[in-house]
């Protein structure tokens, strides 16, 4: 998980100069100019809160969530075809996914089938994808309305410093 920190100037920061990686104190220049020293007086302070790589994350305790459907019918699919290259890679995300404790083994009657998406730019990086459209399509949907857009961006009008939080995965 990476850090973008950016104080509200006329000045126009690249995102891949922007980035913050407090884990390893790293900070480009571009950064170290627009922030002031009390910031990154608490970067440093808090580094210890920033992941170092994507399994280096602290576990939280949720509330088990119950997904409301439309049928009792369980969703279950056939996986998808992969070449023998995507099922070691496949088998691999899930071997380290499983170690860093991330997911576990189910006996489920629910299945949705994985597949990789490559990175742009980068075929040889894969994300690991669950295809839960059929799954999504007997949801119920939730009755609460969506702020609007504008209205937040008004909000933020007069603010002198936002964050943005690039989130790598999503388990």
Do not use: W
Not at 26 to 47: A, H, W
Not at 84 to 91: A, C, G, K, L
């Amino acid at each position: 998980m990476f850090l973008h920190i950016q104080e509200n100037t006329n000045n126009k920061v690249d995102n891949q100069d922007g980035i913050v990686n407090t884990s390893e104190e790293i900070f480009p220049p571009l950064i170290i100019k627009q922030l002031s020293p009390t910031i990154l007086s608490l970067l440093s302070e808090y580094s210890h809160v920033f992941s170092k790589n994507k399994y280096d994350v602290r576990k939280i305790r949720i509330e088990p969530t119950r997904i409301n459907l439309t049928s009792d019918l369980p969703v279950s699919q056939k996986a998808y075809r992969t070449s023998s290259t995507e099922e070691v890679e496949i088998n691999k995300q899930i071997k380290d996914l499983l170690a860093a404790g991330f997911i576990k083994e189910s006996n489920s009657c629910y299945y949705s089938p994985v597949t990789l998406a490559y990175k742009r730019g980068e075929m040889k990086k894969t994300r690991l994808c669950i295809d839960y459209r059929k799954l999504n399509a007997i949801c119920k949907t939730d009755a609460e309305p969506l702020p609007r857009i504008d209205t937040l961006l008004d909000k933020l009008t007069n603010d002198k410093i936002f964050s943005t939080l690039v989130l790598a995965s999503g388990y």
